[in-house]
């Protein structure tokens, strides 16, 4: 098939670079011609793990290629996935859908033919009709183009894996919308065939299933940090206590990490945006318990710095104190709302000399935190350090040898905010280990 991809950002892009995977022939469309010139020449402008390869590849062989022109993408195909991004409004907790009916408004003029638009975007219920009566309103095609709500489930690290083996797809429809779901069955038609289950509803549970998911992700993520508050008063271990509910069946162990918490562009924004949409619908003390969610989420980050507080002494000013982690999670470069970052900036507003090191996230944490000291070696990072945190679980660092390490720093002092470090070994190695929720 030939179809666009709207919007290259990490939803439009692995969007993209999947969808040549499939064998289609790809059109990516994005407004910033520094990030189209990057895509065309095989790389993203951000880390997401297997994309580089891909892009690579299929712009190499002809299936992939990307362009800042609206005209251009109406041209190539009659199918169009959108992927732009939809934030916070700023000052707010609601969903700002500027770039969505952007998007809707300067592809519309240029149908001038049957076409399907499949929106792919997290937005608040009741998104959908609005991009229907842009596309009425502009289309010269009028009610021949159609509309699909096709919902993503990424995750960072894993988006190019979750793309081309998803858990489910579903798909938003009004009753007339026949060839909008064959079409979109065609091209999903490799991962259909090999037992993915396709989900059709209407448009509005579409709109609601990624809010819900991230919702109850959320929550569960939560609930286990909330046990790790009451572990902490009790001498109780969270860890112990998280893999006995994950082998109850109705339960899970799937999302029972206790820790930091969340973070990213994603669970904050959506649990909020749900939370904002509910209010607008006047249901908003159906959603009233996930308040309490986003604010235990918060106390990790709070109750990280206390423990870092207590670790010291009682005074964290003047101290030379080490993070590892600066991205939300492992193997991403994405720094927004970084749990990690949140803790950093907390010690060094209290005063402390704070040094980070990450993987792959510096660059990004440079630009948006140019008053911390960052170093390119987890090893130099935790030279002279009184305190080392550990706050982004990526796993190089748990290959570090902690006895070697204890001869580099001022004293052996860990915090694992992840709980991936083994404190037996670390406590073998002469370290003072305290981790969230655990003796």
């Known amino acids: 098939m030939k179809l666009t991809v709207i919007g290259c950002g990490y939803l439009g892009a ?4 999947a969808m ?31 994309l580089d390869e891909l892009l690579a590849k299929h ?35 609601a969903y700002d859908l500027t770039h969505l009916f952007t998007a809707a408004r300067r592809l519309a003029p240029r149908l001038t033919g049957p076409a399907v638009i499949v929106g792919k975007c997290t937005v608040p219920v009741g998104t959908a009709p609005q991009v229907i009566g842009l596309l009425r309103e502009f289309a010269p095609a009028g009610d021949r183009v159609e509309v699909c709500w096709n919902p993503e489930f990424l995750r960072e690290s894993h988006a190019v894996e979750d793309t081309l083996h998803p858990d489910r797809i579903v798909l938003g429809l009004t009753g007339e919308n026949t060839r909008a779901e064959a079409l979109v069955r065609q091209a999903y038609g490799r991962i259909i065939e090999s037992g993915t289950p396709v989900i059709v509803t209407d448009l509005a549970t579409a709109e609601l299933v990624k809010s819900a998911a991230n919702a109850f992700l959320a929550t569960k993520i ?51 945006g749900f939370m904002a949409r509910a209010g607008e619908l006047g249901a908003d003390q159906a959603l009233a318990f996930l308040h309490e969610v986003d604010a235990i989420n918060n106390r990790r980050r709070e109750r990280t710095v206390g423990l870092a507080r207590e670790q010291l002494g009682g005074v964290i000013k003047g101290k030379r104190i080490t993070v590892w982690g600066a991205a939300f999670k492992p193997d991403t470069d994405d720094i927004r709302d970084s749990p990690a970052l949140a803790v950093a900036q907390a010690l060094h507003q209290a005063g402390a000399t704070v040094t980070v090191f990450d993987p792959k996230a510096l660059d990004n944490a440079r630009k948006a935190h140019p008053r911390l000291d960052y170093a390119d070696h987890p090893i130099e990072a935790a030279d002279g350090a009184e305190l080392l945190l550990h706050l982004t679980e990526w796993p190089e660092f748990t290959r570090i040898d902690p006895a070697g390490l204890a001869t580099r720093v001022a004293v052996p002092r860990v915090i694992d905010g992840r709980g991936t470090l083994d404190p037996t070994r670390w406590r073998a190695a002469g370290w003072i280990h305290r981790a969230l929720g655990r003796p």
């Open 59 to 93: 712009t190499a062989d002809g299936r992939l290629r990307f362009t800042t022109s609206y005209a251009e993408a109406a041209a190539f195909a009659d199918l169009h996935f959108i992927g732009v991004g939809t934030p916070q409004k700023p000052g707010g907790t």
């Open 222 to 272: 939560s609930f286990i940090n909330a046990m790790a508050e009451l572990c902490e008063l009790t001498g109780a271990d969270v860890q112990q206590l998280a893999l006995a509910l994950g082998h109850d069946q109705r339960i899970g162990a799937k999302g029972m990490r206790p820790g930091l918490g969340f973070g990213g562009g994603c669970l904050p924004k959506d649990i909020q």
């Open 20 to 50: 040549a995977e499939l064998g289609h022939q790809v059109l990516g469309m994005d407004t910033d011609p520094d990030k189209v010139a990057a895509l065309n020449a095989g790389r993203a402008p951000f880390f997401e793990r297997g």
């Open 14 to 17: 692995t969007h993209a670079a």
